[in-house]
Nanobody, 127 residues
Framework: QAQLVESGGGLVQAGGSLRLSCAPSGRSFSTYAMGWFRQAPEKEREFVAAINWSDQNTYYSDSVKGRFTITRDNTKNTLYLQMNSLRPEDTAVYYC????????????????????WGQGTQVTVSS
């Protein structure tokens, strides 16, 4: 059964950096759009960033734009999220997701447009 496995989360001080990875297993997601979402305690899961497979366009939420970078390495079948200048409000469980169809920002920010999800990795930013 195809699944996504996130890694790289942890505890970091404000201003620090982390790099999350997402490694699919069971199948290749090289032709899928890939995204990162996050969910803080008692809040809904929200869009963070996404990347198309077709044109490699990237999209970011306003809250992370300029600080986070999403990349994918199709030769390694791996998705990354480089997170710099971390803030306490970035604390959340981060999930990667894969969707069959590429699209624009409005399409890729919707959870319902993703078909596969990982179990999540915890990121905690201390002040």
């Amino acid at each position: 059964q195809a699944q996504l496995v996130e890694s790289g989360g942890g505890l970091v001080q404000a201003g620090g950096s982390l790099r999350l990875s997402c490694a699919p297993s069971g199948r290749s997601f090289s032709t899928y759009a890939m995204g990162w979402f996050r969910q803080a305690p008692e809040k809904e899961r929200e869009f963070v960033a996404a990347i198309n497979w077709s044109d490699q366009n990237t999209y970011y939420s306003d809250s992370v734009k300029g600080r986070f970078t999403i990349t994918r390495d199709n030769t390694k079948n791996t998705l990354y999220l480089q997170m710099n200048s971390l803030r306490p409000e970035d604390t959340a469980v981060y999930y990667c997701a894969a969707g069959r169809y590429s699209g624009n920002y409005d399409w890729l920010r919707e959870r319902k447009n993703y078909d596969y999800w990982g179990q999540g990795t915890q990121v905690t930013v201390s002040s």
